[in-house]
């Protein structure tokens, strides 16, 4: 009873594995093509740009930031530590920054050369 069941398994098998490595097999065919063609369009395009003695002019858009106040404050070393003042330094409320110079604000806590 149990044979006749392990041999129906194992002719499905030995039926079903070459169609399942035949698809895998066509699947890679295809892909193998499709790479080959890339590097062929790939070599055409990089000749045919290289062989050419047209310039191309490429711009780049860069946004910079306006600045509208003109006025520079200076590090005071008062009841505000590290430029920020309780009472809004600049200006700019309890969290604004004062104006410092950024190599005065990395290095203030260095001793000065003489």
Do not use: C, N
Request: charged residues 10%; without cysteine; proline residues 4%.
């Amino acid at each position: 009873m149990l044979l006749p069941l392990l041999l129906a398994l194992k002719l499905k098998a030995a039926t079903l594995i070459p169609i399942f490595l035949g698809t895998i097999a066509l699947i890679a065919g295809k892909a193998l093509l499709i790479g080959k063609i890339a590097l062929v369009i790939s070599a055409i395009i990089g000749l045919k740009k290289l062989l050419s003695h047209q310039k191309s002019v490429t711009y780049e858009i860069v946004s910079h930031p306006h600045h509208t106040s003109g006025h520079h404050e200076s590090y005071s070393s008062g009841s505000d530590i590290g430029g920020y003042g309780s009472s809004g330094s600049g200006g700019h409320g309890p969290w604004g920054r004062s104006s410092l110079d950024a190599q005065q604000l990395a290095y203030r806590a260095y001793p000065q050369a003489s």
